[in-house]
Nanobody
Framework: QVQLVESGGGLVQPGGSLRLSCTAS???????MGWFRQAPGKERELVAA???????TYADSVKGRFTLSRDKAKNTGYLQMNSLKPEDTAVYYC???????????????????WGQGTQVTVSS
């Protein structure tokens, strides 16, 4: 069973930056990593995802502001979030899976492994 541990959430002012990290307990069961977020009263939505080959996909709302990367040697993925807005406030969840067709990455049911979530609050 793969375990995912997230870190890096917190409180930041609008326009600020945060970097979230997600470390997996092992790598051989994982090819794809992603970040979802869930705001109060809303469904969990895909923010960004990356394949083992380094291909990335982003939600339209974060394109140009968020960057997803991974360090395979450390079994860690990173979500760099810049120019944060109040509407980015949510619990952010790391997700991982062996292999997901890109067209299905937006579905929470496509991902086998999940982190516990980390709160990101953007407020002045």
């Amino acid at each position: 069973q793969v375990q995912l541990v997230e870190s890096g959430g917190g409180l930041v002012q609008p326009g600020g930056s945060l970097r979230l990290s997600c470390t997996a307990s092992e790598s051989f069961s994982i090819n794809d990593m992603g970040w979802f977020r869930q705001a109060p009263g809303k469904e969990r939505e895909l923010v960004a995802a990356i394949t083992s080959g380094g291909s990335t996909t982003y939600a339209d709302s974060v394109k140009g502001r968020f960057t997803l990367s991974r360090d395979k040697a450390k079994n860690t993925g990173y979500l760099q979030m810049n120019s944060l807005k109040p509407e980015d406030t949510a619990v952010y969840y790391c997700a991982a899976d062996a292999n997901i067709p890109p067209r299905l990455m937006y579905r929470t049911s496509s991902w086998d492994y999940w982190g516990q979530g980390t709160q990101v609050t953007v407020s002045s």
